[in-house]
């Protein structure tokens, strides 16, 4: 190219500036260098305590991925194959993982321990500010029911954060179960349900009173249910609520010592339908959002060919790596 | 789900195998143990090297990326988007990062040296061997003109591949403008010359004869010509051609000591038009496949906006990790 023709290119074809598609980014030496030292610290976390490293295809079939449910249907992206066939992004690497467990691993021994670090897509809503494209470092554990398996994941998880340097956090643990057999216990089921535990996911109180109200629930109900949305604590909580399963996981934590690290909350309910049982999320005052979350899903695997009880968490790189900046700059 | 329902689930839907897309795969806990490793001592040679790891979207637009030219149109993935602007799936990094660089480093000073390790996509024919999926690991230097930018390249490629446990290996380098100055000379231009240029890409050389032969070029171009498709060695053959360019970068190569792991290869024509001047590709005998390529492509950042010499290459991190272990195995 002359130096005359690049000049008209640069006048004529070349933007002001050249945008990436919002809700991605590049990542520039600095941070990348501070990512690769957090995430080499939380990976050899997980496979000293035995979780193996896999990768899984960022492309894999539609028809594949729906085995797990229509969770995705909306915000997953669809890419037509040459052949006619239906791709998806990865949307997150638990379904992946579990169709890889339960065809690669059919006949090995449980319990069966993976860690990962993939990037995960969502199909976005153009003007919000959600990421496109985010990076996952995560745990699966499968073959280990509740609640020794979920107690091994929490500790686990404590361990990571700790060891990427986050010192102030607190994982917020609720019982999806408990929470469906209270709203049947009160009578609210369907349609009437669904209306319930959507307010619930989006943690709008107002919408879930609203709800709530608008079912032909009693007063003792109704106001048992409102009290669990905002239930926050620790064994006293738990026990005043009569939450069981989530008493034998505390007595699990207080033995290994991270009871402290956790906030019982009865009205956690994660926004994917296969979480059958403990769900937590993970806070830190550094952070306006969530680092990460996870669950059990006991029926998940199972879907692709082999019944295994399994729990995983997954933490937003990113996300866990600002909470640490921010840490580090409000102690300097 | 009940046991019975999943008993259903399984006999009904879940197919007997359920089969990742062609040309992706899972990674394995051994392997990607491996992987980490080699790609771990390739990251810090680069990065000992002075080169900035950085990472670019998997999703960008089609647009964009097109400013680069349409190399890429057959065999990138299109992923069309809510807002209705198609996204491209990342078919290169040498683009995105000349994107970078363009519009994030447009008032730095040069040289800019980056590296990365980050998987590209591309659209493959079904039925064909290829890989839809593919883990790069490589650098860009911007701003240091041939031949010093090509010697400091080879010469970092060298290291990597030494570093990454690979012993024997040899780097075929060629020059795009010597073999299109042959060409040029002997009056092979317009649609004959592409012609011949895609049966050099393709390494066809009854082909190569073939379209030579359909041209009315003289005796002894044809002849030079034929030779020079097959025309391999040190600089006695730069000579003998009076490859002038690939002479004075030998000079710089058997300076830093690394001549010898060098092969010039005068008829090597990179797949990519974006190349401007010398061109590599990595060779190990443990290895069907080359390991990476890469070249000096003056004119691309240009194009989003700020004009600067640059090189590059990348290594497909898996032939390299088997290439690695198939040399292991054969010392063992």
Redesign the interface.
Known sequence: ?S?EE?TR??GA??PE?????MG???????E??EL?EISGRA?KVF?QAGY??????????EE?MR?AGTDFAENV???????G?V?T?RFDSTVPIA??A???YRAAEPPLR?CYMQ?V?R????KRAES??FLQIGMELLGLPAQAGDAEAVELLVSVLRESGLTDFKIAVGDVNFFAERLATAGITGAEKERVVHEMHTRDLVGYRRELAATSVGKADLESLERLAIARGGRELLEAEGAEQLIKLDSLLAEAGVADNVIYDLGLVRPLSYYTGTVLEVFSPSSGFPLGGGGRYD?LV????R?LAAFGFSLNLERLHLAVLAEQEAGA
Chains 1, 2 share one sequence.
């Open positions: 190219m130096s690049s290119l640069g074809s070349v500036t050249i945008p990436v598609p991605t980014r590049d990542v520039l030496p600095e990348m260098a690769r990976l496979t193996g490293e896999i990768a899984t295809p960022a492309l894999e079939y594949t085995l992206y669809r890419v037509p194959d040459k052949d066939q791709l992004l169709r890889l339960a065809t690669r993976f990037h897509y199909a976005i809503e153009p496109r494209q029926n199972g879907r692709f060919g019944e």
